[in-house]
């Protein structure tokens, strides 16, 4: 089974300052790893995908991840915060057997103080 | 390209009644799914379909139903609501059924049963 964990229900940072978001993933397939945004009253949409290229992944909005596999880790990164960076961030990953279907994460809550 | 499209946006629904979330996409995608979004839970898969006529159950299945007649809508099926299905509901639809594929979502319908 595929599953995906995300530490921290809510991240608070400073306007300017290092975004760190957390997600960690269980699977015994190379998996295929994502993380999406949902902005409030909006529907998911996708900042980036790693699918067993490079294993630094940069996507859109200035944001970026780094696959480990010796961590099982998929980590989103972004090296100055801004106020429209507040979101909700969603870690996906498929992976077991066959399936194609992604297991998303409870999602974490970006909170960007002035 | 509209993307995918859901109605209504909102809905307040009376215990017991019934009713139908409407999704239709316009990229001729084989793959689509409906998940609800609670919060503390993330994103939960309730039916998918891999093309027009297949349909399967996801996480949360009980409560509704769907079908899949064409390849542009994917509509979901209230039969007899409760309370505890008040929630964010997302239709989103992919590619294909390969593991790298994106999904696109829809803007989402909030679903009250009082």
Request: aromatic share 10%; glycine share 10%.
């Amino acid at each position: 089974a595929q599953s995906v964990t995300q530490l921290g229900s809510h991240v608070s940072v400073s306007e300017g300052a290092l975004v760190l978001l957390r997600c960690n993933y269980s699977s015994s397939v190379p998996p295929y790893l994502f993380w999406y945004v949902q902005y409030p009253n909006q529907g998911l949409q996708l900042l980036l995908k790693y699918t067993s290229a490079a294993t630094l992944v940069k996507g859109i909005n200035g944001f970026e991840a780094e696959f480990k596999k010796s961590e099982t880790s998929f980590h989103l990164t972004k090296p100055s915060a801004h106020m429209s960076d507040a979101a909700e961030y969603f870690c996906a990953v498929s992976a077991s057997g066959g399936s194609y279907i992604p297991t998303f994460g409870r999602g974490t809550s970006l909170i960007v103080h002035p | 390209n509209a993307g995918v499209t859901q109605t209504p946006k909102f809905q307040v629904l009376k215990t017991g009644q019934s009713m139908t979330l409407q999704c239709a996409q316009d990229m001729n995608h084989e793959y689509m799914s409906w998940y609800r979004q609670d919060p503390g839970m993330g994103l939960r898969l309730i039916h998918y379909s891999v093309g027009a006529g297949i349909t399967d159950q996801g996480e949360v299945p009980n409560g509704y139903n769907v079908s899949r007649s064409t390849t542009e809508d994917f509509p979901l099926r209230l039969l007899s609501a409760a309370p505890s299905q008040t929630s964010v509901y997302f239709c989103a639809s992919s590619r294909g059924t390969s593991k790298g594929n994106e999904q696109f979502f829809g803007p989402g319908t909030r679903l009250t049963v009082l």
